[in-house]
């Protein structure tokens, strides 16, 4: 009898036992999940955090720098300076003809690196048939994209100015410019036409129209806005480029037409801002510029936004 006691009274430690096990493991797997919430609500927080404060400082700095450039520059902003030429035998100080090369060398730029890079585009992402020929070109592309601009200058005084005899002229600068900025509106086009649909293709082959017009009304108007994107960018370094322009396009201040002045000597207002800042000390002329070129950066952005909307929009209509 005791003995039979014994026993279940033995049974009875040991499921109490088994029962304290699988409540402590019941409240370790529940307190677990919390614990591991917990961590996650932490590092979701903090990287939150850091997001916000990296998004603040750079938006800080952006408008610092624009505030900055706009209170040294607008109390010397006058229309004197903004509509004459400098001379030296009445000690004025004028940017319009800064103002006009820097429109000229960008519009001859434009007229050959967009076709260029553009159609080059095409080729690398329709035509090409050897992955090993576009493995080649592309890294070349990567390549010249890498190359410092003051070598770029280098080359095209020796290429443009002195080989082709254009002498030292805004076009051999932006032939000059044209090679710089080709790899961004080659690359730039190229991503863009990789995110169109293979389906928009295939349903254009499927109605027989030719290759080229696929590109054309259906290939090309999905990608406006990655075009624009690189025309964007080609144009901001051309607007800020002055190491490769010193050696092509020179730093002459004469007032031209556009045909006179392609075949001239010319300062850019990044060249400009050069000459006054370093050579002559007029940091009050270098920030006026400054602040001619934030805002022409502003209106070319503008205006390729607008362009682009149009273009796409009118893309659009004619598919429907």
């Known amino acids: 009898m005791s003995e039979s006691l014994l026993s279940q009274h033995n049974q009875q430690n040991k499921s109490t036992q088994t029962n304290d096990t699988s409540t402590f493991s019941e409240q370790a797997y529940v307190f677990q999940p919390s614990r591991n919430a917990l961590q996650r609500k932490l590092y979701s927080f903090t990287m939150q955090a850091l997001m916000y404060l990296c998004t603040g400082l750079t938006v800080a700095f952006v408008f610092f720098m624009i505030g900055y450039i706009l209170i040294q520059s607008v109390p010397h902003f006058s229309w004197q300076i903004l509509s004459t030429k400098p001379s030296y035998l009445t000690r004025s100080i004028g940017v319009l003809p800064d103002i006009l090369n820097t429109v000229y060398i960008i519009i001859a730029a434009l007229v050959f690196v967009l076709p260029l890079g553009v159609g080059a585009a095409i080729y690398l992402n329709e035509y090409a048939k050897s992955r090993r020929l576009v493995g080649m070109i592309e890294y070349a592309i990567e390549t010249l994209a890498g190359i410092p601009s003051i070598i770029y200058g280098l080359v095209g005084m020796l290429i443009f100015c002195q080989f082709f005899g254009l002498q030292t002229s805004l076009l051999a600068g932006a032939l000059t410019l044209v090679i710089m900025t080709l ?138």
């Open 183 to 320: 790899p961004t509106i080659i690359r730039t086009t190229q991503e863009s036409l990789k995110t169109v649909p293979t389906g928009y293709r295939e349903g254009a082959f499927g109605l027989g129209a030719a290759k080229f017009r696929v590109i054309r009304t259906v290939v090309l108007p999905c990608c406006v806005d990655g075009i624009v994107t690189g025309c964007i960018l080609a144009v901001g370094r051309m607007l800020g480029e002055s190491a490769a322009l010193l050696f092509t396009a020179g730093f002459a201040h004469t007032l031209n037409g556009f045909i006179d002045g392609l075949a001239n000597s010319g300062a850019t207002l990044t060249v400009a801002l050069y000459v006054y800042a370093k050579e002559q000390g007029e940091f009050e002329v270098a920030f006026v510029i400054a602040a001619i070129l934030l805002v022409m950066s502003l209106i070319i952005n503008l205006m390729a936004n607008i362009v682009g909307a149009r273009l796409k929009r009118r893309a659009g209509k004619a598919r429907q």
